[in-house]
């Protein structure tokens, strides 16, 4: 098949090839993974548990990633033995440290909250959860600029709901999110890509847990490590490269730190065009000089970000096929999970 992008981009011709790459990746990948476990914050799941007797439904995360997820709901004001409706509650004290207390009549929750959660958190270990959405602004859920009273009664935007610290401290390499944040289409990328890798870092664990295990996991993630941190893809190859003189366990240990660590820094077209012209390196004595030039073209749109990465992306696979490129085709960078690869419409 011939590929022409002309200088401005075929986007009818790329549109047909993007199609076809979604339908090909999509089935295979399915079929390979199970459902990603996902705590959540059990009000964006229109369940009526809020203090008004209300919910926030969030159809973004029931309609469409619901499809891919098992969602553990966590409502810390009910299971903690609230009734619904009840007073509403915030924080007050110092940010760091705040208390829980209700709106009107100043009863102090604090150690129920925390005595639950801290129980709480321990039960979750066995859901093997790969991430949490919290709904924003909660003095319970909240996970980052919730409102916290000082003594004269003014709010400043400083706090951490009280369960979404105390899951956070017991689950620090979790990705987690609030559920407004998601739809902002780079942080919603960048999540999803992060509880995906997980399940499959889980997954590849779960088959057999040897060095090699890691050794076929970094190599197939390598490209995609790189996009969001060069100096992580640096540390992660020593690490790699010493696999074997250290103990397993603090191998996967060390591994999925400075994985977890790595994806949490968003990508950039300039990280991105990077990996992508590596990529190019691969096929680059093979490419016609029409078709090299159409690739840097192409590339050039996306770096100013005049079109999506999913263009340059779909062409440079297009080229992997064209030339067998073994390395590049196991590349989960070319190769993500379908909703993965549906965001790079967006980045
Ligand atoms: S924000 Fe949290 S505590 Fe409040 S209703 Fe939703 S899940 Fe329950």
């Not at 994985?259 to 016609?288: C, I």
Request: with cysteine; charged share 30%; hydrophobic share 35%.
């Amino acid at each position: 098949m011939a590929i022409r992008v002309s200088q401005a981009v075929d986007r009818q011709k790329m549109k047909s090839l993007v199609e076809a790459k979604v339908t090909e990746i999509g089935i295979g990948a399915m079929q390979a993974m199970e459902k990603i476990k996902l705590g959540i914050s059990t009000c964006l799941l229109g369940q009526n548990v809020r203090y008004d007797g209300g919910h926030k439904l969030d159809r973004f995360l029931t309609d469409t990633l619901g499809q891919y997820v098992e969602y553990v709901p966590v409502c810390p004001e009910v299971e903690c033995g609230l009734p619904v409706p009840r007073e509403s509650m915030h924080l007050e004290g110092d940010p760091e440290s705040p208390r829980l207390v209700t709106s009107r009549t100043k009863q102090d929750m604090t150690e129920r909250m925390v005595s639950w959660a801290e129980r709480r958190v321990v039960e979750l270990e066995r859901d093997g959860l790969c991430g949490f959405i919290f709904k924003s602004d909660s003095p319970s859920s909240g996970m980052e600029r919730v409102k916290v009273y000082d003594s004269k009664g003014m709010p400043a935007k400083k706090g951490v709901g009280m369960f979404a610290r105390i899951f956070m401290d017991h689950f620090p390499l979790l990705p987690v999110e609030e559920e407004g944040r998601l739809h902002d289409p780079k942080l919603r990328e960048n999540f999803i890509e992060r509880i995906f890798v997980l399940k499959r870092w889980r997954e590849a664990l779960a088959k057999k847990e040897n060095r090699g295990t890691v050794v076929d996991f970094h190599t197939m993630h390598k490209l995609l490590i790189l996009s969001h941190s060069p100096k992580h893809y640096q540390a992660m190859g020593k690490l790699v490269a010493r696999a074997k003189e250290m103990p397993l366990k603090d191998l996967f240990r060390q591994y999925q730190t400075i994985l977890m660590e790595a994806l949490q820094l968003k990508t950039t077209p300039k990280k991105n065009a990077n990996v992508l012209m590596h990529m190019m390196g691969y096929f680059k004595e093979q490419l016609s000089s029409d078709e090299k030039q159409e690739l840097l073209e192409v590339m050039d749109h996306y770096r100013q970000e005049v079109i999506p990465l999913i263009v340059p992306m779909t062409l440079i696979h297009h080229y992997v096929r064209k030339y067998d490129q073994p390395y590049l085709k196991q590349q989960v960078y070319l190769n993500p999970h379908p909703l993965e690869l549906q965001l790079r419409n967006h980045v």
